[in-house]
């Protein structure tokens, strides 16, 4: 779960915002290096509350999308939270220590943003909000308010309906394959192009 969120400066947008899933990809176009294939996908948080599901819903999602090649860290059947985090942080470290790491969590915020994301070019702060100390994940992260922050955090997750991460989750993992797309695309379109291909009739 991460912290509660005050600069307003980041990107944002809600969840049900008229074409989000575009707009959406267009942000992750912009901030994600897709032409780099060393990215690694952190979703972290637990099946175990449904307020801090977000980040495993997003990976299981993102992990059964085949033209989706990345890999991800993180789903309801394997989770990424506090009691893990480090060590596969350490990991990545050892064996992968140039991977562009994109990190998502839930987090909490003011009633008014619940159901919106936020994308900031900057490692997030896991375990802030219910008072835990991890380490910084992701030189990209994108967060999801879920619920209200301010009072018994522990307990707000616990009761947060499912039906919100769920809901944020598909439209999250559906932008992060729709920008991955038009990526190849747009690849594929100026390889088609090159003034190569267009003198030689190839």
């Known amino acids: 779960m991460q912290a509660i969120i005050h600069n307003t400066s980041d990107f944002r947008i809600h969840y049900k915002e008229t074409g989000v899933i575009w707009k959406f990809s267009n942000i992750f176009l912009q901030s994600i290096p897709f032409h780099n294939e060393n990215i690694i ?20 999602h993102l992990s059964e999308l085949k033209t989706f090649p990345f890999p991800v860290i993180g789903t309801l059947e394997t989770p990424l939270h506090a ?3 480090e060590q596969r942080l350490n990991e990545l470290q050892n064996k992968n220590p140039e991977a ?7 987090c909490l915020g ?23 100390k991890l380490p910084p994940v992701g030189n990209v992260s994108i967060k999801g308010i879920v619920n ?7 307990a707000v997750l616990q009761s947060t309906r499912l039906h919100l991460p769920f809901e944020m989750s ?3 993992s559906r932008a992060l394959q729709l920008a991955y797309s038009r990526y190849r695309s747009k690849k594929m379109y100026d390889g088609n192009n090159h ?3 267009q003198n030689t009739g190839h």
Do not use: W
């Open 100 to 106: 562009f790491i994109v990190a998502i969590d839930a």
């Open 195 to 197: 003034p190569y291909y």
């Open 110 to 132: 003011k009633g008014t943003s619940i159901g919106q994301f936020i994308l900031q070019h900057e490692p997030l702060q896991p375990g802030q909000a219910v008072g835990k």
């Open 170 to 172: 598909r439209i999250l």
């Open 41 to 60: 996908f952190f979703c972290i948080g637990t099946d175990r509350s449904t307020g801090d599901a977000l980040g495993p819903l997003t990976g299981s």
């Open 148 to 154: 209200v922050a301010g009072f018994m955090e522990h």
């Open 83 to 85: 009691l893990n985090l």
